[in-house]
């Protein structure tokens, strides 16, 4: 697969802003020198294990500051080639050969020292468990865990815990009428469980039946019993569970890890502890390389997709909406450190920390609540900018919208509710004993009604279940299954009836899905985000009407 097909394609549900990185100001560092030095904190390192941590980071950042060289190096040889398969590709020639060979090579080099400094940075936390006790590794987590809570919280549509996850869903199952929880209640339970477990796990059927328990209860009980345990529903869920969830406060994610090992402020903050906290770091070099690479991304979308000059016009403003929703997160970022008391929080919090003493609680709450604030900025982005991405799709044709998966992450576009799942087993449950009714009068016409009868039976149901667009050859398959449904033995119908008619509500498309989720084969939402919020396609979607016939 050739290097700007890559990650188009890619079906991975990790989203990245493809804008450069701006560079941090003083409030970052100061925020990014808090969380260095409570990781140190929690975990009560020793000056030899702090020293070691401060040596390994200079190495990381010495490594990444040879990758930029690379890919600096990289696109003073080679920039010419990506600038001339980008020439090309703006004006629909063909890609020229010799530059595309080059510039595929001149990408897996680079490609290669990245993965190279990923794998150091890996190696890094591993080395760094063996300098730790017995007691601070229980403190921290390994890779794979880290890998395993984010693959749960993806699923349980970016909620942190278990117990709140299982709260929120027991405030659903409330709402529901009696029917209605009958209908979905296993099925509520099983998809909550599922998306704790995850889909193969063999504790799947147990889980069920736990959760369908706390469900039946929660019911159970009274408006005003239920809100005062309320509070407390999330702590209850995880023990009567039996599931254990580490304490937020006193854990050491994977992900402080890294940032403990590969960034340039550890050495300024753990070497150097007299060091000025309102340094700034360098500013980030614009990498010309990763410009080049979105670029040919955003112009083999525009090519592959089929997009017309008019089409990509038409873009600019939710394009440029995009851009605008990107800064308004970047600077809500800033301001959740800027603001006050957070600053003079961190500001206190530095201090007392490299100074080896405990941060008070309340000042603790106060930083937190800029995690807090800066995961509500993200999410809003992702949302609104979910939004524009729709906004595009509806400006494409049936053909170019069939190739695209809009499915975003439940995080971004959460799931449907309990209510809104029963009402779609309502519609589904209609459907099938409408297919049903229509095969059953079918099969019961006599010989000369059904061959006069039968396609006026179809048509009516045909035209009952015109509210969706059906098959051309609708009308063909449905007396297909008129044939089958006679042919079944009078003892069996009852038993048979059933399947065959929501095969037939599946076959003409009108059986309702029950769950939202990826669409194999389609370009995915994380890789469409990826393309869609890139600079480079707003530049390229500018630039199209110049550089070609409309």
Not at 513 to 541: C, D, F, H, N, Q
Request: aromatic share 6%.
């Amino acid at each position: 697969m050739h290097w700007w097909r890559r990650t188009l394609l890619s079906a991975a549900a990790v989203i990245a802003v493809c804008s450069a990185v701006p560079a941090q100001d003083a409030a970052q560092d100061l925020y990014q020198d808090v969380q260095l030095l409570l990781t140190v904190h929690k975990l009560q390192l020793t000056p030899a294990q702090t020293a070691w941590a401060a040596d390994q980071a200079t190495v990381v950042v010495g490594e990444r500051e040879q990758l930029a060289a690379l890919r600096a190096a990289i696109w003073d040889e080679d920039g010419k080639h990506f600038n001339a398969v980008n020439e090309a590709w703006i004006e629909a020639k063909s890609t020229p050969g010799r530059a595309q060979r080059a510039a595929e090579n001149a990408l897996e080099k680079a490609n290669e020292a990245g993965a190279d400094l990923r794998d150091l940075q890996a190696k890094a936390a591993q080395a760094f468990a063996g300098t730790l006790t017995e007691d601070q590794r229980a403190l921290v987590e390994s890779a794979d865990s880290a890998r395993a809570r984010q693959e749960r919280r993806a699923r349980m549509g970016g909620i942190q815990t278990v117990g709140e996850y299982v709260a929120g869903k027991l405030d659903g199952v409330r709402d529901l009428m009696v029917d209605e929880f009958r209908m979905v209640g296993r099925a509520e339970a099983w998809a909550t469980a599922e998306a704790i477990l995850g889909t193969n796990s063999r504790d799947l059927d147990a889980l069920t039946a736990k959760i369908l328990d706390m469900m039946v209860q929660a019911r159970s009980w009274t408006a005003d019993r239920y809100a005062q345990s309320r509070q407390t529903t999330p702590q209850f869920v995880t023990q009567f569970l039996g599931i254990a969830e580490p304490d937020y406060s006193k854990y050491v994610s994977y992900d402080e890890v890294i940032a403990l090992l590969g960034s340039e402020r550890t050495a300024i903050v753990l070497g150097e502890p007299q060091a000025d906290a309102g340094a700034g770091a360098t500013p980030a070099s614009a990498d010309e390389l990763a410009s080049a690479e979105r670029r040919a991304l955003a112009l083999n979308f525009v090519n592959s997709m089929g997009l017309t000059v008019q089409q990509t016009q038409f873009m600019l403003r939710p394009l440029q909406r995009i851009q605008a929703i990107i800064r308004s997160r970047d600077q809500a970022r800033v301001a959740a450190v800027r603001s006050e008391p957070q600053f003079s929080a961190l500001t206190n919090a530095r201090q007392l920390l490299i100074a080896g003493e405990d941060v008070p609680a309340e000042a603790l709450a106060t930083i937190a609540a800029i995690e807090t604030a800066s995961d509500r900025a993200d999410r809003e982005m992702y949302i609104a900018i979910d939004d524009q991405m729709q906004t595009i799709a509806d400006l494409m044709s049936s053909n170019q919208r069939a190739r695209l998966d809009l499915t975003p992450p439940a995080a971004i576009r959460p799931e449907r509710t309990a209510r809104e799942r029963a009402t779609l087993q309502r519609e589904i449950t209609a459907r099938i004993e409408d297919a049903v009714a229509m095969l059953d009068r079918v099969r019961t016409l006599d010989v000369f009604n059904f061959v006069t009868g039968r396609l006026t039976i179809v048509n009516e149901y045909l035209d009952r279940n015109g509210d969706r667009p059906l098959p051309g050859d609708a009308m063909e398959m449905t007396v297909a299954y008129t044939d089958q449904a006679r042919m079944v033995p009078v003892e069996e119908w009852n038993a048979r009836a059933y399947d065959l008619a929501a095969a037939l509500v599946q076959d003409l498309g009108l059986m309702p899905s029950m769950r939202v989720g990826p669409r194999p084969g389609a370009i995915s939402w994380s890789s469409l985000y990826k393309v869609l919020t890139a600079p480079e396609m707003l530049e390229v979607a500018t630039e199209l009407p110049k550089r070609r016939d409309r």
